[in-house]
């Protein structure tokens, strides 16, 4: 049994750490209580999406300057008093403008940031489209050349196999080869 | 003469894209992104009532305004307030405009120890002691310095310090426009 002391001192000197760790995480969020989960569900939300004036790269619900701290107490009051979040978006957008809000108004100021992307993704689209069936064509164009070539090579055997002094058509196939061999490249230049 | 072409666009593409992201980039050189547009430019002050630095029982709302003016953002908490007092006191000096101070989220026994030490530029100094006023006017830090109309209309909110070359170059230029404006329409 007296093993067992040390033991437990040890574990409970482990675990106040972790008190620490809960008191912080919940610091923040005990300042504004509210009657219902929904309510405070809408002012997580909204304090993640409205950015803080003061300290540009974070947000309202982050950030722990003076300013942000009072712009969530009127959050907070003028959602008790049943303000919506349109409302409360267009109270803060009326004094810091747009920039509050980490959700930009579609504007043709704006256009570039929400189409951007999508225009990005159409010639990105476009340009594979254009690479992949480029590639296709010089493929089927060099198979054609290669069986071509083949049958070609297989006339030729089988000519000198049979052993004909004369080969009467050995020029005419010679020229089709060289005619074959202008095609190919021009073909492939085309794609 | 196609195929040409095509290829010499091709090539260009990466150049010209590298010229409009250069001139992008380069536009953007020098300018403080933390520097935000005031919203208000153009409206009237907001409505208000608060109390006097001096007189905590008086009251002072926006009505008490007389432009033209500045109004300038400032606390005993905020280093470049000190930074800009003494310009502030030269303008006092001088005479050329009507300067109003609010006192931003402050103390009131540090804002008139700031006060004391350091003289008093201002017509009237505005306790905004929550900060709403501030709020109401947009101001997300401190020193901020409205300009505002005959009309109390609010003309141009400058961010920072201001000194000489700020009064010169931002400030009075906006002032004299406004009343040469208004001597025009007359």
């Known amino acids: 049994m007296s093993y ?32 219902d989960p929904s309510q405070e ?10 950015r803080c004036p003061k300290c540009q790269n974070n947000n309202l619900a982050d950030s722990n300057s003076p300013l942000a701290k009072d712009l969530k107490d009127i959050i907070y009051e003028k959602m008790l008093a049943g303000e919506t979040d349109e409302e409360i978006t267009h109270y803060l957008k009326q004094r810091y403008g747009d920039f509050v809000s980490y959700k930009p108004p579609v504007k043709p100021f704006t256009w570039l940031i929400w189409y951007g992307p999508f225009i990005l993704l159409l010639l990105g689209a476009f340009g594979v489209y254009r690479y992949m069936g480029g590639r296709k064509i010089s493929l089927s164009a060099q198979n054609k050349s290669a069986i071509s070539n083949s049958s070609q090579s297989l006339i030729d055997q ?17 020229q089709k080869k060289q005619e074959n061999d202008e095609e190919s490249p021009s073909q492939e230049s085309n794609s | 003469m196609m195929i040409q072409s095509k290829r010499l666009f091709l090539y260009l593409l990466p150049l010209a894209l590298f010229v409009g992201l250069t001139l992008l980039l380069y536009s953007g050189l020098g300018k403080d992104p933390t520097e935000l547009d005031s919203q208000l430019i153009g409206q009237k002050i907001p409505v208000f009532s608060k109390s006097l630095l001096f007189k905590p029982d008086a009251i002072i709302t926006d009505k008490d305004i007389k432009g033209p003016a500045l109004i300038n ?70 020193p901020e310095t409205f300009v505002i109309n005959h009309e109390n209309r609010i003309v141009y909110r400058h961010v920072g310090v201001v000194n000489a070359q700020v009064w010169e170059t931002l400030l009075k230029p906006r002032l004299t426009q406004q009343t040469k404006q208004l001597s025009d329409r007359e």
């Not at chain 1, 569900?41 to 409205?50: I, K, P, S, V």
């Not at chain 2, 606390?75 to 800009?84: I, K, L, R, T, V």
């Not at chain 2, 006191?89 to 120890?113: S, T």
């Open chain 1, 4 to 35: 067992l002391i040390p033991k437990r001192l040890f574990l409970f000197v482990l675990l106040i750490p972790l008190s620490f760790v809960t008191l912080s995480a919940f610091a923040s969020i005990d300042v504004y209580s509210f009657k």
């Open chain 1, 41 to 50: 569900l809408r002012f997580a939300q909204l304090t993640e999406e409205l």
């Open chain 1, 158 to 174: 089988w000519d000198s196999e049979k052993g004909d002094p004369e080969q009467p058509n050995s020029s005419s196939v010679q």
């Open chain 2, 73 to 142: 953002i400032w606390g005993s908490w905020c280093p470049a307030c000190y930074h800009e007092h003494p310009y502030f006191m030269e303008l006092a000096k001088q005479k050329v405009v009507a300067i109003y101070g609010l006192n931003y989220k402050d103390g009131r026994a540090e804002a008139l120890k700031f006060i004391q030490k350091l003289g008093n530029p201002y017509d009237q100094i505005i306790v905004d002691k929550n900060g709403r006023l501030g709020i109401d006017l947009g101001v997300y830090g401190a």
